[in-house]
Nanobody, 121 residues
């Protein structure tokens, strides 16, 4: 089970930090990622990180978002700075057994329930 927290409403230019904790029942996690889905749009990968710290970011968030991970706590974080209205979406945490910061949605076996991020202009 993956449990997200930290969503909310913020003005453009502001910051939010999302957290996602994986329960002990989930095994063989190597990569954890954050996806987002805006109304009427497909789910897209925002960032991914392996247990070794390799990362992958969507071009739209590079330089603004930072993904990090605490392996001991099985927790992944997404620090979001300089937020824009187009970042508004439901953000989902996901976990994969793939040993690479994969961008393939099908590689992710576990999903959180999602947390809403709203950026007002």
């Amino acid at each position: 089970q993956l449990v997200e927290s930290g969503g909310g409403t913020v003005q453009a230019g502001g910051s939010l930090r999302l957290s996602c904790a994986a329960s002990g029942s989930i095994v063989r996690i190597h990569t954890m990622g954050w996806y987002r889905q805006a109304p009427g749009k497909e789910r897209e990968l925002v960032a991914a990180i392996t247990s070794g710290g390799s990362t992958n970011y969507a071009d739209s968030v590079k330089g603004r978002f930072t993904i990090s991970r605490d392996n001991a706590k099985n927790t992944v974080y997404l620090q979001m700075n300089s937020l824009k209205p187009e970042d508004t979406a439901v953000y989902y945490c996901a976990a994969s057994p793939v040993v690479a910061p994969t961008t393939r949605t099908l590689d992710y076996d576990y999903w959180g329930q999602g947390t809403q991020v709203t950026v007002s202009s």
